[in-house]
């Protein structure tokens, strides 16, 4: 089987209808959403309506947890609290419908899939680092988990290896095969807010059977992003960073 994964929308509309058209040349079989459809950007409804249409599984995020009142958004910065109550206020009765029947996480069979970690989903901790990762392994039974929520592309190997995704502006996709013989957990990155210092907008594709991973790295219309969120009235810094890929 060969899968697409996303994760991290949040609202930019730009930025998803870019990933799907590059998607579609993939000739996946399925589309896996690893969670937060909405925040931060200017268009939560719109980017429902398409995950409800064209995602085969769509998992929940921190973001949309606090959009239905299920996250207690205290926890939240200050500019994320904001954008919340924003999306709020927007949403309609549909797209919370939506985000209340998703899952915190999903078995493949032979992937694992969770927002956040496989350990505490709930709590939304997150996996930036080796360490962070090791303690997490024994939480799901499959070679491979893939987990999104920090927006940066990452591979984490059970036997010690950390592999940052990097990948040069010149190219667009970073290709890896899993060993048969290992466990990881891959960070898939995010399509809509990136923070790994690169603007692009990013998903991977996983071939099941030749267990390769290509992480693909894509250009989108950010300027048409950022007018939005600053004529919504979204804090002016929400538009800035998706320049700086932070």
Known sequence: MKLSIL???HSNLEALETALNC?????????LFLGDIVGYGANPSECIEIA?????ISLLGNHDSAAIDMTNINYFNNLAKAAILWTKSVLRQTDKMFLVRLPLQY?????F???STPKSPELWD???????AIGNFKYFTTDVCFIGHSHVPAIFC??????????????????????KNKRYIVNVGSVGQPRDGDPRGSFTVFDSETRYLIFCRF????EKAQRKILSSGLPPFLAHRLRLGV
Do not use: T
């Open 7 to 9: 994760s991290d929308i």
């Open 23 to 31: 998607i579609s040349v993939q000739e996946v079989d399925k589309i």
């Open 52 to 56: 409800e249409k064209e995602f085969d």
């Open 107 to 111: 078995d493949g069979g032979n992937f």
């Open 113 to 115: 899939a969770v927002h």
């Open 126 to 132: 997150y996996i930036l680092k080796y360490d962070d």
């Open 158 to 179: 059970e036997s010690g290896e950390q592999i940052d995704v990097i990948i040069p502006y010149e190219g667009n996709s970073f290709s890896y095969r899993l060993a």
């Open 219 to 222: 250009d989108y219309d950010i």
